[in-house]
């Protein structure tokens, strides 16, 4: 029964310690699963914030659960598919267009492909540039065609084509149009653009302008984007003074129709003078809900992997790097925030959200390493805790009193002496 007793007190004082160590707090969910891919390996700390040398690497796709695990099952990982963009700038008799073509591996698997690029000019070809061959990792790789001087004016079809390693295969194809003029007064190029977007939001646009100086009157500057079958679904027009033989940078904004569907789009910008023209396009999608995020993190870490070089570039030539690192600082503030409304994103909103989308998010819950929360202990507890604590003293006491050692009886100092 005395042992029994010690047990119950021993347990009782560890319980005590362990409440007092544990206040009450509040419990948040967290779900990490995105890693920082570093050039050192993983650094899977879920913080949020991108160590040097590191870059956010978007999810893999969960396995489909198993049969009575709860949920929607998942569809399996994607095994392949792969998409292109296309960038193409006007160029003049001799010179040679600049034509941008970015593959986009949608898979976990790297493998060497081809891309074929061809120029057609009323169904005829051209010219067709050597075929490219390169391993297309997963994200984007940019193939880049520069090596032809233009022999004819006019408008000319760009046809790219991503082939198999064996040339036999199309995979994918994308196409525009690129311009070639006997001499130009004017040019314009497309910098920078969202190349993810969403429906109803503003396509944000960086267009370089630049007058040869032979024009000094205001010029028509018209950008418009273009559907998968060539209409026109928003577009806006301005008048504006470039300096003569002076680059000039502006930054415009496009709003999409918020009814606007997933798919591949177009954006074209035009530089006008009369019957002067000079054009420019580029490429850009509006994904699924439930890619978005993911399509989004791939183009900016590939936005501040440009940053990051252009930072090095400008340090071995000394010059200045401020304006290439506010633009790195302000990529990877967009990284940091976008990571974390994904890890974070509220209950509430899986409603709101597809059924894929939810589906995928409630599948992270239960495969991701959570922080497990702890319930609140409340004051009761700590009471009860506490004279379960002070009983089991007390209790000791009395059953451990009996088997102390006695203490010497002092020696009677009043005593006599003996005779």
């Known amino acids: 029964m005395r042992s029994l007793w010690i047990v119950l007190l021993f347990v009782g004082f560890l319980i005590s310690v362990h409440a007092s160590l544990n206040e009450p707090i509040n419990v948040t969910f967290v779900v990490c699963h995105y890693a920082e891919t570093c050039y050192n390996g993983i650094d899977d700390n879920c913080d949020g914030v991108i160590d040097e040398g590191c870059t956010i690497a978007p999810p893999v796709t969960p396995e489909a659960p198993s049969p009575g695990g709860g949920g929607s099952p998942l569809p399996p990982p994607v095994v392949g598919g792969y998409s292109l963009e296309l960038q193409a700038f006007d160029a003049v008799l001799g010179d040679s267009p600049m034509i941008n073509v970015i593959v986009?591996?949608?898979?976990?698997v790297e493998t060497e492909l081809a891309l074929r690029l061809r120029l057609e000019k009323n169904g005829q070809t051209v010219f067709t540039y050597p075929v490219q061959k390169n391993k297309v990792h997963k994200g984007e790789t940019i193939f880049v065609f520069d090596d032809w001087n233009a022999t004819q004016a006019g408008r000319l079809y760009v046809i790219a084509e991503l082939l198999d390693r064996d040339e036999n295969k199309v995979l994918s194809s994308r196409a525009g149009v690129v311009t070639i003029t006997?001499?130009?007064l004017f040019d314009i190029a497309i910098e920078d653009l969202k190349y993810v977007m969403r429906p109803g939001e503003d396509q944000n646009i960086l267009i370089l302008l630049h007058n040869k100086g032979q024009i000094e009157d205001d010029l028509v500057l018209t950008y418009w984007v273009e559907d998968a079958l060539g209409r026109n679904i928003s577009s806006q027009s301005t008048s504006l003074f470039i300096p003569s033989d002076k680059p000039l940078r502006i930054n415009v904004q496009l709003p999409l129709p918020k009814t606007a569907p997933?798919?591949?789009?177009?954006?074209?910008?035009e530089i006008s003078f009369g019957a002067q023209k000079a054009s420019?396009?580029?490429?850009?999608e509006i994904p699924l809900l439930s890619e978005?995020?993911?399509?989004?993190l791939e183009e900016l870490n590939r936005r501040l992997k440009e940053a990051a070089d252009l930072i090095e570039s400008k340090k071995k030539e000394n010059a200045d790097t401020s304006d290439a690192e506010r633009k790195w600082n302000d990529i990877q503030a967009q990284i940091h925030e976008l990571t974390r409304e994904s890890v974070t994103l509220p209950e509430e909103q899986f409603e709101s959200n597809t059924d894929d989308l939810r589906s995928r998010l409630v599948r992270l819950l239960l495969d991701t390493h959570l922080l497990h929360p702890r319930p609140p202990i409340l004051v009761s507890t700590y009471i009860i805790l506490m004279v379960l604590f002070l009983f089991g003293i007390y209790t000791l006491y009395r059953f451990t009193k009996p088997y102390w050692p006695a203490a010497p009886k002092p020696q009677n100092a009043t005593q006599k002496p003996q005779e």
Do not use: C, P, W
Request: glycine letters at 4%; hydrophobic letters at 40%; proline letters at 0%.
């Open 262 to 269: 997933s798919g591949d789009y177009l954006l074209k910008a």
């Open 292 to 296: 978005y995020r993911s399509k989004v």
């Open 182 to 184: 006997a001499e130009f």
């Open 280 to 284: 420019a396009f580029a490429s850009f």
């Open 104 to 108: 986009k591996n949608n898979s976990n």
